[in-house]
């Protein structure tokens, strides 16, 4: 199993600008909303690359499909983005594919997302950046060894 | 207890201990409307308890906004450190108001850093919609992030009419509010607080100084939020 990876919440959140009742701040992600370790491993029993995201909290996740190849994991509570479980046998995904297919099931997750949890967006656009950044670490494990 | 008294032989208490036997005669008489009475009670006990939450539990969560407090302004050995507070604020849905709907959101102060200067009568309107939310905290709740709002004008001078406006409008907060009541702070940091996952409220940090106050300040709510969101959990 994949060794999780340390990030940076600084590195990972760089802040983004919002204008409000004409000031202009500078607003940064819930603590509970910064991703803390990554990991991408190979689940043998699953039979899935999976990608893991650790925040503050320890939740437990329900699973949504996006399609029949990718699926995500979504905080119970949070709608965090806390996993992602991606069949890359039937995918016959290489790593770019891979990450496009990911991207766009994080695009809708997004999308499917109402009132309070579309707060949540930008945690996920945070954890798109992580897998962004630390791609060739996350991806070595992509097939079964 | 009661049921000892309503079994209670009145005659043998009477020859025995002659001042309980008025009493035992009149608990045994009323007791229709005693025990139903008492049931009551315990069950209201049990509701405001439950809402309010177990004093232990707030002393935690005290000593952790002291924590956070010390932390975030505790390299200012030149002020006081109740210029410089925490305030946990919890979100509602309903509360008495006659300038918003009352059933639109609000945020209530329900903790503070420090032994001085503790109560607080201080609370915004926080619907989800971001234009509407007033204050740093409404905002705070509204944006669903961190935000810092810092070099305002000092309230407690005798402000300008520009600088005033200045005050109110990078504070979001209206003329009314702002004059209602004794604001003081000239730097605000904003944090939303979680409990199981969801929204519960926001910790606002505000300082007497004029200067921003600095991310790593509002780092160390991490080394507070685990704990903070099991006790807040539990209520």
């Known amino acids: ?145 | 207890m009661i049921g000892a008294c309503l079994k209670a032989n009145t005659e043998a208490v009477q020859e025995r201990f002659a001042a309980l036997a008025a009493p035992l005669v009149w608990t045994q008489s009323h007791a229709w409307i005693l025990l139903p009475a008492l049931a009551l009670v315990a069950g209201a006990s049990q509701v405001v308890r439950r809402t309010v939450g177990e004093p232990w539990l707030w002393d935690v969560i005290h000593s952790l906004l002291d924590d956070l407090q010390k932390q975030a302004f505790g390299d200012v050995p030149s002020e006081p450190l109740h210029h410089h507070r925490a305030t946990l604020f919890k979100h509602v849905k309903w509360k008495a108001c006659s300038s918003h709907w009352p059933g639109s959101g609000w945020l209530i102060p329900v903790e503070r850093s420090g032994h001085t200067a503790r109560k607080t009568k201080a609370f915004f309107h926080a619907p989800d919609d971001a234009d509407n939310a007033e204050g740093v905290a409404g905002k705070t709740w509204a944006c669903g992030g961190v935000l810092f709002v810092s070099g305002l004008p000092d309230p407690r001078t005798n402000l300008k009419k520009k600088q005033r406006e200045t005050y109110i409008r990078e504070t979001w907060v209206s003329e009314r509010w702002f004059e209602r009541r004794d604001c003081y702070a000239r730097s605000f940091c904003g944090i939303p607080v979680e409990a199981r996952g969801q929204p519960w409220g926001v910790i606002v940090l505000d300082s007497r100084n004029e200067k921003e106050i600095g991310k790593e300040a509002a780092n160390y709510y991490n080394l507070i939020a685990k704990q903070l969101g099991l006790l807040l959990g539990r209520r």
């Not at chain 1, 990972?12 to 409000?20: C, Y």
């Not at chain 1, 999976?50 to 029949?68: A, C, G, H, M, T």
């Not at chain 1, 770019?96 to 996920?124: C, D, M, N, P, T």
Request: proline share 3%.
């Open chain 1, 1 to 145: 199993m994949g060794e999780w990876m340390k990030l940076d919440p600084d590195q990972v959140d760089k802040g983004r600008m919002l204008r409000i009742k004409g000031v202009e701040i500078n607003v940064f992600l819930s603590p509970h909303d910064v991703p803390r370790h990554v990991r991408g491993y190979y689940d043998d029993k699953l039979d899935r690359f999976v990608i893991e995201f650790n925040y503050l909290d320890d939740e437990d996740w329900k699973r949504s499909s996006q399609e029949p190849n990718l699926s995500l994991r979504l905080g119970r509570n949070s709608q965090r983005l806390l996993g992602i479980e991606a069949n890359v046998k039937a995918l016959k995904a290489g790593a770019v594919e891979l990450k496009l297919h990911i991207e766009q099931a994080v695009s809708r997750a997004i999308e499917g997302l109402s009132g309070q949890f579309q707060k949540k967006a930008a945690s996920y656009e945070a954890a798109m950046g992580v897998i962004e950044d630390r791609e060739s670490q996350l991806f070595e494990e992509m097939v079964p060894s």
